[in-house]
């Protein structure tokens, strides 16, 4: 049965539409974007397999990335991550230049940079002229479209240079949402967001993750909480919310089904956890989720 106004999430795959593309970056506009595809590709919801990073050149719109809606205008950044779960607004109301990068152009420092959970993410923010990281931005942006724009067969070391930059900047100048970087053990956070990434839909247990790492419970829970302002418990919880939005929002799939997958014992006690935490019921959240256009 169909959900009326729910649309099951499109996985989009890399798929360069030039041979410089094959060097696993690509740089276009957004105008060109709505071109090449056609206005029906952006209605409904859409899991990249790569990273989109656009910088909003003119115009005003909306980009809603794992239902957090960031408002556009010249000087704002979004960043959608491989399996984030993206909804487009008004794209005709905003021009941008946008980044595409397949998870192999990242080198070693870029991918242990990117580790941890995506409700922690920035996916949306606006570039402060005031400082020097986010002026960097427009510049390597340019400097990426340039090379590709005239990249030959030995384009691809620089070009995938310069994606990396790009990534390190902008991690750099947008730390996690929910509160600075970690203060202490970051290779414990790091490590904890990772384990519960892999495991949420197995175990919801502190104390599970705490003896896969091999720390105690008060070590991960004294880090966690220094890093993010959440309990280990709270954000393994967050993390497992998220996933319940995207299949309640994105998917045709039963609440019992659900359930399941996400590892509880039945759907009472899955109703339960979702009301004390999401302030409704699933079905309620399911019938209010329709996403902005």
């Known amino acids: 049965m169909v959900i009326p106004g729910h649309s099951p999430v499109r996985a989009i795959p890399y798929m360069p539409a030039t041979p410089a593309a094959r060097h696993g970056v690509e740089i276009m506009t957004l105008r060109s974007l709505r071109e090449r595809m056609g206005p029906g590709e952006f209605i409904a919801p859409q899991c990249p397999r790569f990273h989109m990073i656009a910088l909003v050149t003119k115009g005003h719109g909306t980009h809603a990335v794992d239902f957090r809606t960031g408002a556009l205008s010249p000087g704002t950044v979004w960043w959608v991550r491989p399996g984030q779960v993206q909804q487009w607004g008004n794209v005709y109301g905003y021009e941008a230049t946008i980044?595409?990068?397949?998870?192999?152009?990242?080198?070693?420092?870029?991918?242990?940079?990117?580790?941890?959970?995506?409700?922690r993410w920035r996916c949306c923010w606006h570039l402060d002229p005031r400082d020097s990281g986010s002026n960097l931005v427009p510049a390597l942006i340019a400097h990426l479209g340039t090379v590709f724009d005239q990249s030959g067969a030995g384009a691809a070391p620089l070009l995938r240079h310069l994606a990396n930059t790009l990534l390190l900047t902008l991690l750099d100048i947008a730390p996690p949402d929910g509160g600075p970087g970690p203060a202490i053990a970051p290779s414990?956070?790091?490590?904890?967001?990772?384990?519960?990434?892999?495991?949420?839909?197995?175990?919801?247990?502190?104390s599970d993750y705490a003896r896969e790492l091999g720390y105690s419970e008060k070590t991960v829970t004294r880090a966690v909480r220094t890093a993010t302002g959440l309990t280990a418990k709270q954000f393994i919880d967050e993390r497992v919310i998220l996933?319940?939005?995207?299949?309640?929002?994105?998917?045709?799939?039963?609440?019992?089904?659900i359930a399941d997958s996400l590892g509880f014992s039945d759907v009472s006690n899955f109703t339960k956890f979702f009301a004390a935490r999401a302030g409704m019921s699933p079905t309620e959240f399911r019938r209010s989720a329709q996403l902005p256009r």
């Not at 980044?99 to 409700?119: D, F, K, Q, Y």
């Not at 939005?245 to 045709?252: C, I």
């Open 99 to 119: 980044v595409l990068l397949e998870e192999g152009v990242l080198g070693p420092i870029a991918r242990s940079s990117l580790t941890g959970s995506p409700m």
């Open 188 to 206: 414990t956070v790091d490590r904890f967001a990772q384990a519960v990434e892999d495991g949420f839909a197995r175990t919801r247990s502190v």
């Open 243 to 257: 996933e319940c939005k995207r299949l309640l929002a994105h998917t045709e799939r039963t609440t019992g089904s």
